[in-house]
């Protein structure tokens, strides 16, 4: 199954987590969310995650390096505190390297691939696009490549 997502990203995303039942891979340019505005989709997808029954060093980020001249510097540098805060392994490229992916990878069997950050304006927008896919020879592709950056990665 393949199926484009715009508008409907947080949605699916939502939905994906709720059945998800051991792991979670997340690559993401920028997260940002509003821990304080309950209608906030990017928010929804944070608390969503920690919810899970599986959480604690199951979910994994990796998430671009903040850098003080960069754009995504405050919210990443915010971001990732709160994800470790509540108990997620969170990692950024080595020095030098950006991360520009976009991937969730749920129980290494679907996978959401694209151009949606975590941010709140993204996840709804109607001109980003991502893919939902569980075609197995795909999902494992990206389940090794999210692992090699995994490992070629260091611990924020």
Known sequence: ???ILTSDYAYQVLSQLRQSSTSIDILSYVIKFNLYKRSDKANLIFCALKSLPFSHNLVRFILDRPRAYKPNYHCNKFSTRRLKEAGFLVRHPTSGDTQHAKLFLFDKSIAITGSHNITTTSVISRYDISILMDSPP???????LFNQLWDNSLEA
């Open 138 to 144: 795909h999902v494992s592709y990206l389940v090794d």
């Open 1 to 3: 199954m393949i199926k």
